[in-house]
T-cell receptor
Framework: DSGVTQTPKHLITATGQRVTLRCSPR?????VYWYQQSLDQGLQFLIQ???????AKGNILERFSAQQFPDLHSELNLSSLELGDSALYFC?????????????FGSGTQLSVL | QKEVEQDPGPLSVPEGAIVSLNCTYS??????FMWYRQYSRKGPELLMY????GNKEDGRFTAQVDKSSKYISLFIRDSQPSDSATYLC??????????????FGTGTLLAVQP
């Protein structure tokens, strides 16, 4: 168990809908990262937060947004969902903002858009 | 062309075999190289981390980096059925700073047959 908790584990929704994925980082970790994993694209970095502030952005669509709250948990909001948004969404955490090599991943949220 | 290329497999080997997993990359700025293991329906977990060129050994696992050829490898000795998983290479050009973008390969599915 990595100590990173993601909810829900599975989400089934329809096109055009909006969903929120939740992540609780490991105790003491200040950085939260969101990744999207699909069969054809692999793991794609979406966005990173450090202690409540956005630190880096990757291939995140404008329809997607995220935030990190004072208690350090994070939420990823996906809106106007399309079929192509179906994927596994992972949250990862680390102690510092610059520690690439020690990312701890949650078990992911499997999103299915029908 | 993707920045990181990895053969998706699947790779099937008998128990006890030596396994060789590889990635090639195109960005000469990459300095940090990692291997993650991902079991089915789980998040990736860090296996090995290497800086620049050279070898690193940890138990049955050896990571090699050849920056001149832009080629990295993971060797697994005395492979076990419990090693059956997807292995993802990952790399980054940064340590510290605001950009913590790990680039992942798409993963190689390994099956070790008892």
């Amino acid at each position: 168990d990595s100590g990173v908790t993601q909810t829900p584990k599975h989400l089934i929704t329809a096109t055009g809908q909006r969903v929120t994925l939740r992540c609780s980082p490991r105790s003491g970790d200040l950085s939260v990262y969101w990744y999207q994993q699909s069969l054809d694209q692999g793991l794609q970095f979406l966005i990173q937060y450090y202690n409540g502030e956005e630190r880096a952005k990757g291939n995140i669509l404008e329809r997607f947004s995220a935030q990190q709250f004072p208690d350090l948990h994070s939420e990823l909001n996906l809106s106007s969902l399309e079929l192509g948004d179906s994927a596994l969404y992972f949250c990862a955490s680390s102690v510092e903002q610059g520690t690439n090599e020690k990312l701890f991943f949650g078990s992911g949220t499997q999103l299915s858009v029908l | 062309q993707k920045e990181v290329e990895q053969d998706p497999g699947p790779l099937s080997v008998p128990e006890g075999a030596i396994v060789s997993l590889n990635c090639t990359y195109s960005n000469s700025a990459f300095q940090y190289f990692m291997w993650y293991r991902q079991y089915s329906r789980k998040g990736p977990e860090l296996l090995m981390y290497t800086y620049s060129s050279g070898n690193k050994e940890d138990g049955r696992f050896t990571a090699q980096v050849d920056k001149s050829s832009k080629y990295i490898s993971l060797f697994i000795r005395d492979s076990q059925p419990s090693d059956s998983a997807t292995y993802l290479c990952a790399m980054s050009g940064f340590r510290g700073g605001a950009t913590n973008k790990l680039i992942f390969g798409t993963g190689t599915l390994l099956a070790v047959q008892p």
